[in-house]
């Protein structure tokens, strides 16, 4: 199967900056797109951005100017810079992929185990 794995969460001040990866591995086929969502405590999980395989990049709003999504397709890592980070910032951040394996037809979605982002003076 797939496995995603993040890395580079952390604590950071307000105003701080983080950057975060996420590799994918196992039966990789192709991978379509991939992204980041996040989930505060007590909150629905919710989009942060997105890359499609071509590089088109989709941010949420309250993120738009402050954090940029990349990818590696040689490598199948997926990164986000966060920059001037806020509270309201703070939050499970988990990767997302559409993969089509190796042994299927079709693409199906991914996830990781996600990482922890704290913004806190």
């Known amino acids: 199967q797939v496995q995603l794995v993040e890395s580079g969460g952390g604590l950071v001040q307000p105003g701080g900056s983080l950057r975060l990866s996420c590799a994918a591995s196992g039966s990789i086929f192709s991978i379509g797109a991939m992204g980041w969502f996040r989930q505060a405590p007590g909150k629905q999980r919710e989009l942060v951005a997105t890359?499609?395989?071509?590089?088109?990049?989709n941010y949420a709003d309250v993120v738009k100017g402050r954090f940029t999504i990349s990818r590696d397709n040689a490598k199948n890592t997926v990164s986000l810079q966060m920059n001037t980070l806020k509270p309201e910032d703070t939050a499970v951040y988990l990767c997302?992929?559409?993969?089509?394996?190796?042994?299927?037809?079709?693409?199906?979605?991914?996830w990781g185990q996600g990482t922890q982002v704290t913004v806190s003076s």
């Open positions: 997302y992929a559409r993969v089509r394996t190796t042994q299927a037809r079709f693409y199906n979605d991914f």
């Open positions: 890359i499609t395989s071509h590089s088109s990049t």
